[in-house]
């Protein structure tokens, strides 16, 4: 008998339908014998359309009550499920974060979990139920609902997964697991069976939507086996798991995906001094601004001690950070001129196979010449490389990769 968490998105539990499926595929597992505790998310669309009731109210709401509000979203959820699987005859419980005992801090709406207190879970679990928890929210010490910001769901359930020594956190999506790229964007992207926490992070942070970063944070932290699974179709989905429990009975893929983003822009200021400082000067206004910059690269430039300094933002704080640097930067350096462009994508390889082979920037580089694909900006880590191309030629890009990297072959790590 196994202990397992599983987390259903919104769109799992999106109608009284799917809510009913998802209590059939949770009797399966308990009809095994195993002990399971779910964790579900606002019926698809809800939270948005709390959202916009606040917004007629007012548009300044305080985030108290904007948790306030938002939470009820969940609440909704837990209890018709928790009917819909006691009316297939199993016994099911359903909790609010603040009653499952998620405590967080008071930063609301992106509060932290700071502890779980879970021998109300574990009596409850070896009673027999099902208990099915309000995934997104917790309660601060003064008892005020909080919730976890973006992903929160997925964090509520790894969380519980780690307090509670789960054998495996399973993550229930509109997916079947985690593909080699976008399978929208390559018709020949393959499922993968295993992937490292590492390069899961990577991938998550480099544009793939599959799972939010801080959930998979969680995971590496608390050696939570995490996997994905589709909510939709039976399978194995894909496991995500440390670098050292990764099937080594062959040798590791030299690429496990490619990720893409195309919500980028970049700016260059041209012609600055090349002087200490002045990246802090160009980038502190611009922080002030909560807005964070990604990839950074500072050219020497063709005029004696000068230099081009050139950043990209996420394409909705393009505007603004031009703003500021035409408003603030420009005046404060003394010199300079903006250039921009927010028709730009980044474009990344990712996988721990990197760190042991070498050529791997290069190949990639004569991938990209050979297709006339223009290299615009370079970052690297240990385990990835990503560029910054024209957004016209972001698909023909990954498709190329995709094949030169033989991710297309039948001989990659995956299942089928």
Known sequence: MAL???KFGGTSVGSVERIKAVAEKVKGYRD?????????????????????????????????EMDMLVSTGEQVTISLLAMALQKLGVNATSYTGAQVGIHTD???????????????????????QVIVVAGFQGVDEEGNITTLGRGGSDTTAVALAAALNADECQIYTDVDGVYTTDPRVCSRARRLKTVTVEEMLEMASLGSKVLQIRSVEFAGKYNVPLRVL????????????????VD????????????????EAKLTVLNTPDIPGVASKILGPISDANIEVDMIVQNVAPVGDRTDFTFTVAKGDYKKTRKILEEQVIPELGSGEIKGDDQIAKVSLVGVGMRSHAGVATKMFRVLADEGINIRMVSTSEIKISVVIDEKFMELAVRALHTAFGLDKDDVQQEG
């Open 106 to 128: 008071s930063a609301h709406t992106k509060a932290r979990i700071q502890r779980i207190e879970t021998d109300e879970v574990r009596a409850d679990l070896a009673d027999g």
């Open 32 to 64: 095994q014998g195993h002990q399971i505790v779910v964790v579900v998310s606002a019926m698809s669309g809800e939270t948005n359309r709390l959202i916009g009731l606040a917004s007629e109210i007012n548009d300044d709401p305080t985030p108290r």
């Open 230 to 245: 589709s909510s939709f179709e039976d399978g194995p989905g894909t496991l995500i798991v440390a670098e050292e429990e």
């Open 4 to 6: 397992y968490v599983q």
């Open 248 to 263: 080594t009975h062959m040798e590791e893929p030299l690429i496990s995906g490619i990720a893409f983003n195309t919500n």
